[in-house]
């Protein structure tokens, strides 16, 4: 008995590995057959970069949360941080017009500004996180208030606007498209392959998983922990910096209502792709045709009027829990055990 255990075992691993890995592509297939056989202008090639320059934003977001998630951590505060970021990044470059002008010199400044601010914020959430020995959830549910609370503040209750000279400068790092693909997807590609490298062929991204395994026996085999910890929050930083340059010039204004939902977003588009919640496997790819399948429901929902838009939230919630509930993976022995 113990040998057919010992021989099947092995096989049912890698077939579960196999279908835990391929689900998510699956899934986004599936999704865009409904979404054509629902209507066929979901295949145009206008609707197509719609969804993959939507995709951009929380998927570049969800690529830094990637690293948060498994290492164990968790940051809520990211749809806050991309506000109060872009909120700063217009005052500056509003107040540098008068000595730099409209050009590329006042824009490069905010997105200098943007960076060091997207840094600055990740790296004090883990700072904070274990340096300070607080939860993360406390941590950055609290930077996640104070960043909102901020960018009220700033634009005085209403709503920061870029100087509108500065935006035709501006307005190709949104609206503008590199052999055919819009400059955020561009963005997009590169985050995600210095994401995958980073993961998959550092010893950081190897740091990352077994911290999030066990962090006592990381700590035990002389794994800096707290560092690395910290770089995840920096690089979850860094990549809102880098979604919020790309973002305010598709609307050139930032208020209160500014990334909210984001972080809700990003962390869905996390687990869709096979990321463990509770860290100690982490997956770029699968974040990536996460963020995909996400932005597909939504724009699937637009097309059909199958459920108000009002209600993405709830289908971002139910899809967040089914993931968390897929990847227990012991939904079938429960079953078994009680038989």
């Not at 979604?243 to 996390?270: D, F, K, Q």
């Amino acid at each position: 008995m113990s040998e057919v255990t010992a021989e099947t075992t092995p096989k049912n691993k890698r077939m579960r590995f196999d279908i835990k890995t391929a689900g998510p592509a699956i899934a986004l297939f599936l999704l865009c057959i409904i979404g054509f056989l629902l209507n066929p202008a979901f295949l145009s090639e206008g609707n197509l970069t719609n969804l993959l320059t939507r995709s951009a934003f929380i998927g570049i977001i969800a690529v830094g949360a990637t690293f948060v998630i498994t290492a164990g951590g968790i940051d809520l505060s990211v749809g806050s941080m991309a506000a109060a970021i872009a909120g700063v990044m217009i005052i500056i470059m509003n107040a540098a017009m008068e000595t730099l002008g409209p050009g590329l010199a006042t824009v490069l400044l905010g997105g200098g500004c943007s960076i060091l601010l997207g840094l600055g914020a990740g790296w004090i959430n883990g700072v904070l996180t274990t340096k300070g020995k607080i939860e993360a959830f406390i941590v950055t549910l609290g930077t996640m208030g104070i960043y909102r609370s901020l960018v009220t503040y700033f634009a005085d209750g209403g709503t920061l606007s870029l100087d509108f000279a500065i935006r035709g400068t501006y307005r190709p790092v949104y609206y503008g498209s590199v052999l055919g693909l819009p400059a955020p997807v561009w963005v997009f590609i590169a985050v995600s392959i210095c994401g995958w490298l980073l993961m998959n062929r550092t010893a950081f991204g190897r740091y990352c998983t077994a911290i999030g395994s066990n962090e006592s026996v990381a700590r035990y085999s002389a794994i800096k922990v707290d560092r690395i910890k910290t770089m995840t929050y920096v690089i979850q930083g860094l990549c809102v910096s880098l979604a919020t340059i790309i973002y305010v010039p598709r609307l050139g204004s930032a208020s209160a209502s500014t990334g909210v939902m984001w972080e809700l977003e990003a962390i869905a588009a996390v687990i869709i792709g096979g990321t463990v919640l509770k860290g100690g496997y982490g997956r770029i790819g699968g974040t990536i045709l996460g963020a995909l399948i996400l932005t597909t429901i939504g724009n699937i929902l637009n097309f059909t009027d199958l459920i108000s838009n009002y209600l993405n939230g709830t289908m971002q919630g139910l899809i967040i829990i089914i993931a968390v509930w897929l990847q227990r993976g012991d939904w079938g022995k429960a079953k078994a055990s009680k038989s």
